[in-house]
C-alpha cells in the first residue's frame, strides 16, 4: 500500500491545482452547511422568531409581518435554515479557509489553526450578536418611529434582506483583529503604518457603516462605525504583539548562529 503523499507546498503547486484546492474548500463548506440546514428547517419557525424579535417588539401588539407571494413563507423559512446553518458551521468554514492559507505558512507557524479558528468563530458571532442586541433594534426603532402616523405594512423578504445585510455585514467587520494578526505575521502591515493611517480608518469605518446600515442618520451609523474604530485599535494592539514576538524571535535566531559560529571556531 503507497503511502499517503503530503500536500504540496505554494511554491510546488500550480495555478490549476491551487484552483482545485479551493474548490475542493468550498465543497467541503457546502457541504457542511447543507448538512446543518436540515436541523436549521427543523426548527426554522422558532429561529424566525427569533430573528424578527428586534421589529416585532415595536410593532402594535398582534401585527404580524406580511407576505405578497404564495411561496415567500417557504423561501424565508429556507433562507432562515441557511442563515443559521451558516453560523452554526463558522468553526468548520472557517477551518477550511485555514487549510487552504496552510501550505503558505512555515511550518512552526501552521500549529496556530486552533488560536485561528477559535478567534475567528468567536468575532464572527460577536459581530452578529452585537449586530443583533445592538444595531437591529435601534434601526428598527428609528424606522417605525420615524412613520407612527402611518400603518407598517412590513414584508417578509424586506425584512430578511435588511436582516442578513446586517448581520453578516458586521459579523465579517469583526474579523478585523484576526485578519491584522495574520497580516502582521507575514510583514506586510505594522503598527506604525496603521497608527498613521488611523484617520482613514476613521473615514472608511464611517463608509463601511453607512454601507451596512440602512438609516441614513449619523447617531445609527456611530453605533456601528464606534466598535469598529475600537476593533483597529485592538488591531494596532494585536500588531505590536506581533512585532514585539518577531523581534524577540529574531534575537534568538541571532543568538543561536552566533552560539553555533562560536562552537564552529573552536572546534576549529
Known sequence: MSPRKARKSPDEMTFLEHLEDLRKRLFYSIIAILVAVIPGWIFSQKLYAILARPVTQYLPPGTKL????????????MKVSFLAALFFT???????????VS???????????????????????????FGYFIVF?????????????FQ???TVDQYFSFAIKVLLGIAVVFELPTLVYFLSKIGLITPRWMIKNFQYAILVA???AAVITPTPDMITQSIVAVPMIA????????ALVVGKN????????????SENSGSDDLAG
Open 246 to 257: 518577531k523581534e524577540r524571535q529574531k534575537r534568538k535566531e541571532a543568538t543561536a548562529a
Open 66 to 77: 406580511a407576505y405578497t407571494h404564495l411561496t415567500a413563507p417557504f423561501m424565508l423559512y
Open 152 to 154: 407598517p405594512v412590513i
Open 90 to 100: 463558522s468553526p468548520f468554514v472557517f477551518y477550511q479557509l485555514w487549510m487552504f
Open 103 to 129: 501550505p503558505g505558512l512555515y511550518q512552526k507557524e501552521k500549529k496556530y489553526v486552533i488560536p485561528f479558528v477559535s478567534f475567528t468563530t468567536i468575532f464572527f458571532l460577536l459581530g452578529a450578536v
Open 231 to 238: 476593533l483597529y485599535g485592538l488591531s494596532i494592539v494585536v
Open 206 to 208: 464611517f463608509i463601511v
Open 137 to 149: 433594534p435601534w434601526a428598527c426603532r428609528f424606522f417605525l418611529t420615524l412613520g407612527k402616523d
